[in-house]
């Protein structure tokens, strides 16, 4: 690299010698070589790169150290880069589907696809399940939300799918899983992703003249459960109340009139 | 209940203030150049404001559906770090950040038993 670097200065200060002396176009080499004396009389750039010229030795050798401490650098710096990928890949590799997955069966969950016009949201059905995520078990019906740690791989609105059911049960059946229930399923979609309220974890020493205060937030996801599958449900008895209304209607208008 | 629209997003409007002087908003600058377009695309319902506010920090104001305001001083943080806290402010609700009481939050807590049909001292016998 200084082997390159003087003779590009060499090249410049040789094109400017040139140029000032009007002298017929020579290769640089020659023109360098043959021209020493005449050189250092008249301009005062020579010196400056005449000496260098002379120190091409020193240079290549240090060329060759410089190359090499590059050398070195360079792996150093790859192996830090390469360490510090890892460190990252760890915690962001999880691009491919698969691996998506994976990580989601660790926590009991699917993603499914987005919220697209899906009319998910149903009246309350007397069913309820027992539904695990993480080390976190809760008893949910349709319409309740819960607070879980924050799940990675999904946004908001996103649907999921609780795959860890230990318990389903409705007024007239229970179904008792041993210890999770296969074809069960529990519907969710996710409504935020925030952090908890700040806990100030405060801790003193009396006497030894120590305390520290620290802050700390929780991040949550709020799930909102949809829908329990797996068990039959039993059905809603709201259609007998618009037909008896129905008929007491023209009955009360008959009497009326 | 607040949720009465679910799957609707509640943040409404987002303000980015900046300053162009001041050597706190330069994060802020470098995030409305390099990030504020695709976050502006990925969210298309979401109405993003930039004001200029000179000789102040800036900061990130979020308007919720509920009428509540989120402010957020970003002074002298990095692109990422603005763009993971304007992430925050999308994926939150618009309420008051309080210590939860409990974790699950039900109308309905029985399913199988109406503990206000029977009388407090005999055996709830299911169904």
């Known amino acids: ?141 349709n319409g309740d939300s819960i607070f879980t740690e924050r799940l990675k791989f999904c946004e908001v609105n996103d649907k999921l799918i609780l795959n860890k059911v230990l318990l389903l049960g409705s007024p007239t059946q229970t179904i008792i899983g041993r210890p999770i229930l296969p074809d069960a399923a529990v519907h969710a ?49 709201t259609d007998g109340k618009p037909l008896k209304a129905a008929v007491k209607k023209p009955e009360k208008i008959a009497a009326t009139a | 209940m607040q949720m009465a629209l679910r799957g609707v997003w509640q943040l409404k409007k987002l303000i980015v203030s900046y300053c162009d002087w001041g050597g706190s908003s330069r994060g ?33 104001k979020g308007f919720y559906k509920n009428k509540n305001e989120r402010v957020v001083c970003v002074k002298n943080m990095t692109p990422e770090d603005i763009l993971l806290y304007a992430t925050r402010l999308r994926n939150a609700l618009g309420r008051k950040v309080v210590k939860l009481k409990t974790r699950h939050v039900t109308k309905h807590p029985s399913v199988q038993a109406m503990k206000a049909a029977l009388p407090k001292h005999s055996l709830v016998g299911g169904k």
């Open chain 1, 1 to 141: 690299m200084a082997h390159r670097r003087c003779l590009h200065s060499a090249l410049l200060h040789a094109t400017a010698l040139i140029s000032l002396k009007k002298s017929p176009p020579l290769s640089i080499v020659k023109a360098l070589t043959l021209k020493p004396n005449p050189v250092i009389t008249t301009s005062n750039l020579e010196p400056s790169w005449f000496t260098p010229w002379s120190y091409v030795r020193h240079f290549s050798s240090r060329k060759s150290d410089d190359s090499e401490n590059e050398a070195e650098m360079e792996d150093s710096s790859d192996g830090e880069e390469e360490s510090d990928e890892m460190a990252s890949d760890m915690v962001r590799d999880y691009s491919p589907g698969e691996k998506e997955a994976e990580a989601a069966a660790i926590g009991y969950k699917v993603v499914g696809p987005l919220l697209r016009s899906d009319r998910v949201f149903k009246d309350y059905e007397p069913v309820f399940a027992v539904v695990q995520i993480g080390s976190h078990q809760f008893k949910v019906s």
């Open chain 1, 189 to 237: 979609l996710v409504e935020e992703h925030a952090l908890d309220a700040k806990v100030i974890i405060f801790k003193k020493k009396r006497r030894k003249n120590y305390r520290r205060t620290k802050g700390h937030r929780q991040e949550l996801t709020k799930l909102r459960i949809t829908d329990i599958q797996g068990i039959e449900k039993p059905e809603i008895k």
């Open chain 2, 28 to 60: 802020i600058r470098a995030f409305m150049e390099s990030e504020l377009p695709t976050f502006k695309e990925k969210n298309p319902q979401l109405e993003v404001v930039t004001e200029l506010i000179r000789g102040q920090h800036p900061h990130l």
